[in-house]
């Protein structure tokens, strides 16, 4: 037998027979069983928190590009006459085309920006005012999706858009008629007034993150210009870019054509840190259940030595008929490996399903639990995500067969260099 290919038929037939014998045959041990749950409930960990790790960032990405600008231009502040810091752009249209023709750049839109309080009768919201034209509105996914929105888009020049959460902490509905108040108002002899005005609300959206849909409204750009005294002026100009996640290739080109007083401030250095943060910690999430699935191979050895034990006088016997070290070491490979393999499939298997139905699920934890589970005031987003990536289900396999076949190979060899004679020798 020292010349039989390796993994021959009788091997795996041994492997076989060991691993479906009766306990009190010697088959697969406890020790074996708790090394296949374990595994199981380690990989499909792994899967679980790489898929909702994944649904986060994706979510959280996508809420940013399809609800703000993926580059901000405004100027860098000059004094004026009576000694005061001005940052507006006079030549909003002028700089606004000029952007536009940067290849990469999908539309460039003048704002106007500023914060104000929203009231509706006894109600007050503090809420950041955006001064977009209708045209711009529109091309903003978040904002103009129709699917969770109500209203009519189209009816933006005759009023407000105000996101959902303003509409629920003010109690708003479509119709109403809501006052923005500013502190910066008229002025008078006697000190400056605020300016309060009144606009019909007739678009309501919510673009998926809570800070934006609890503070945002949206005016027309001339409404806001005289809102805020800003006539014949802007706040900066909205960059949409072809591909967001590689924005800062187009800093140069936005920066040469803006102008010597232009400053850049991209939705990388808007968000950076929190995705950094997520970053860090999706690579400590990955190293700590990394070690839980070693630990869960471990067991392997714990159950394969127990079985090497039990076969002793097999393995002296088979070794007396010719079979080599080589097929032992194999014959108990497969042994350890097949725990590994099953473990691992049943694993991807679960790990799937919950990626796959996360939303009944959670809402099965939410309703146990008596709600409240997920505070969107707190995560920024109004559900678990989970998003279900190939290339990390076959990171999570890689590693689980990876270590299963590595631990193996130490009782395995154990077994292949037992010395027959020893193992015959109380038979």
Not at 184 to 213: E, K
């Amino acid at each position: 037998m020292a010349g039989t290919p390796p993994f021959s038929r009788f091997e795996w037939m041994i492997a076989w027979r060991y691993l479906r014998a009766r306990r009190a045959e010697g088959g697969v041990s406890v020790m074996t069983w708790i090394s296949l749950i374990g595994i199981t409930l380690a990989v499909f960990a792994l899967i679980a928190t790489l898929a909702v790790r994944s649904g986060f960032r994706t979510e959280f990405v996508d809420t940013i590009l399809g609800a703000n600008a993926h580059v901000t231009v405004y100027n860098s502040a000059v004094v004026t006459e009576r000694g005061q810091l001005d940052r507006t752009i006079k030549n909003f249209d002028e700089l606004a085309a000029t952007l536009q023709t940067v290849e990469g750049v999908v539309r460039a839109a003048p704002l106007v920006k500023g914060q104000v309080m929203a009231n509706l009768r006894n109600r007050n919201a503090g809420v950041e005012v955006f001064g977009i034209s209708a045209e711009n509105l529109a091309t903003l996914p978040r904002i103009a999706n129709p699917e969770t929105s109500s209203g009519d888009i189209a009816r933006f020049d005759e009023g407000i858009a105000i996101g959902s959460g303003v509409a629920r902490e003010l109690g708003v509905s479509l119709g109403d008629k809501i006052k923005l108040i500013s502190p910066n108002g008229v002025r008078t002899a006697f000190g400056v007034s605020p300016r309060v005005v009144s606009f019909d609300v007739v678009y309501i959206f919510t673009a998926g993150r809570y800070d934006i849909d609890r503070t945002r409204v949206y005016l027309p750009f001339e409404a806001a210009q005289s809102f805020f005294n800003m006539e014949g002026a802007a706040n900066e100009i909205e960059v949409m870019v072809e591909d967001p996640e590689n924005v800062d290739l187009l800093a140069l080109d936005l920066l040469r054509v803006a102008g010597d007083r232009a400053l850049l401030w991209t939705w990388r250095d808007t968000s950076g840190g929190f995705l950094r943060a997520l970053e860090i910690e999706d690579n400590v999430m990955f190293i700590i259940l990394s070690i839980l699935v070693l630990i869960a191979a471990m067991n392997i050895v714990s159950g394969l030595i127990m079985l090497v034990k039990n076969k002793g006088s097999d393995i002296g016997i088979l070794r007396t008929m010719g079979l080599s070290e080589g097929s032992v070491l194999r014959v108990f490979f497969i042994c350890g490996a097949f725990t590994g393999v099953i473990g691992t499939v049943m694993g991807v298997i679960l790990g799937c399903l919950f990626a796959i139905y996360i939303d009944p699920i959670f809402s099965f934890v939410n309703f146990v639990a008596g709600g409240g589970v997920w505070d969107p005031a707190v995560r920024g987003i109004y559900h678990l995500p989970a998003e279900l990536r190939l290339e990390d289900v076959l990171r999570a396999v890689f590693l689980s067969l990876g270590l299963s076949f590595v631990v193996t190979i130490f009782p395995a060899r154990r077994a292949a260099r037992m010395n027959p004679v020893e193992a015959l020798r109380y038979e």
